[in-house]
Every structure is written in structure tokens, then in C-alpha cells.
């Protein structure tokens, strides 16, 4: 296994589309997710897409550790999702702020649907159907934009609450 490279904003690579994932049982593409996972562990992430490793790819790894759940059953391991597709429940949305490993440092409020269902492929290519919500849901529709060329500045209705995780934290700090 190996910790991969991240590309960061102004790559081409996070700016387009991703492929679909043929055949999940492939060497190569099973290589990829051990990478993926140990580069997202190593970065103490919560999720990554195969674009940010370099890999046009329609694949993510995430995982909600207790720290974020908002419940012991909100616990999610780490997960391999390929080729997925999400569809919101409702049309309740949350803003929250996000980071990226592919904008370090940087932080901004994003809405994101509150509850959703996404479906795709495990690691073994296993169909994977699943209901998440909260910070769960957030992380899946966060990697999940990476797929389709989104980074999370372009979701962002409000500029003016984007910025370097150091200096929102001293801003929120003085408003509380």
C-alpha cells in the first residue's frame, strides 16, 4: 500500500467528470482502494474520491468516526463506494462547514441535503442501497461532487464565509 499524492484546486483532473468503474474485481482497482484508504487515514480525513489521488475514477472511501456521529448508530466504518448515485429524501437542506484535503487549510459553509439515499457498488462489486443523514450524508454528497468535477467553493451561496480554517476559527470566536 502506499500514501498517495492529493491534487489541489486548479487541477485539471478535479474539474472533470470521472469514469464508471468496469469491473470493481480488477488488481488496479482494488490497489487504488487500499491507497485511498490509507491516504485518507494517514490525512486524518473523513472521506476521499479517486480524482484527488489522480485517479479519474467514479470511486470513494469515507467513514464517520464517533467523534462526528451524532449518535453510537451514527458510526459509519470505512466504506468503498463505486459508481454512486444519490438521490436527496427530501428537500431539507443544512449548512455546514466543510474542509477538503484539496484546498488545505481552507474552510466554508456548504448546504447540503439533509437525508439521502445513495446506491453503487461495494469493493467486492456488491450493490450497496443506504440511507444516511447528518454528517453522514454530508461526506457522501462532499466526495461523491468530487465525481463529477465539483469542489465545494462552487456549492457556496455566500463567499464572504470562506476562508482559512485559522482565521474563521478566530472569527467565530469573537462573535460567540
Given at each position: 500500500?502506499?500514501?498517495?499524492?492529493?491534487?489541489?484546486?486548479?487541477?485539471?483532473?478535479?474539474?472533470?467528470?470521472?469514469?464508471?468503474?468496469?469491473?470493481?474485481?480488477?488488481?488496479?482497482?482494488?490497489?487504488?482502494?487500499?491507497?485511498?484508504?490509507?491516504t485518507?487515514?494517514?490525512?486524518?480525513?473523513?472521506?476521499?474520491?479517486?480524482?484527488?489521488?489522480?485517479?479519474?475514477?467514479?470511486?470513494?472511501?469515507?467513514?464517520?468516526?464517533?467523534?462526528?456521529?451524532?449518535?453510537?448508530?451514527?458510526?459509519?466504518?470505512?466504506?468503498?463506494?463505486?459508481?454512486?448515485?444519490?438521490?436527496?429524501?427530501?428537500?431539507?437542506?443544512?449548512?455546514?462547514?466543510?474542509?477538503?484535503?484539496?484546498?488545505?487549510?481552507?474552510?466554508?459553509a456548504?448546504?447540503?441535503w439533509?437525508?439521502?439515499?445513495?446506491?453503487?457498488?461495494?469493493?467486492?462489486?456488491?450493490?450497496?442501497?443506504c440511507?444516511a443523514?447528518?454528517?453522514?450524508?454530508?461526506v457522501?454528497?462532499?466526495?461523491?461532487?468530487?465525481l463529477?468535477?465539483i469542489?465545494?467553493?462552487?456549492r457556496?451561496?455566500?463567499?464572504?464565509?470562506?476562508?482559512?480554517?485559522?482565521e474563521?476559527r478566530?472569527?467565530?470566536?469573537?462573535?460567540?
Amino acid at each position: 500500500m502506499a500514501i498517495l499524492k492529493i491534487a489541489r484546486m486548479g487541477h485539471p483532473i478535479l474539474a472533470r467528470p470521472a469514469e464508471a468503474v468496469d469491473d470493481p474485481s480488477a488488481p488496479e482497482i482494488q490497489r487504488l482502494i487500499d491507497d485511498m484508504i490509507e491516504t485518507m487515514q494517514d490525512a486524518n480525513a473523513a472521506g476521499l474520491a479517486a480524482p484527488q489521488v489522480h485517479a479519474p475514477l467514479r470511486v470513494v472511501v469515507f467513514h464517520v468516526p464517533a467523534a462526528r456521529a451524532e449518535s453510537e448508530e451514527g458510526v459509519v466504518p470505512v466504506s468503498v463506494l463505486l459508481n454512486p448515485v444519490i438521490q436527496p429524501l427530501d428537500a431539507g437542506t443544512q449548512v455546514g462547514y466543510e474542509g477538503c484535503l484539496s484546498l488545505p487549510g481552507l474552510t466554508g459553509a456548504v448546504p447540503r441535503w439533509c437525508r439521502i439515499r445513495y446506491a453503487g457498488l461495494d469493493r467486492d462489486g456488491r450493490p450497496v442501497d443506504c440511507l444516511a443523514e447528518g454528517f453522514h450524508a454530508r461526506v457522501v454528497q462532499h466526495e461523491c461532487d468530487h465525481l463529477d468535477g465539483i469542489l465545494y467553493p462552487q456549492r457556496m451561496p455566500d463567499l464572504g464565509r470562506f476562508g482559512f480554517v485559522e482565521e474563521m476559527r478566530r472569527g467565530l470566536d469573537r462573535e460567540g
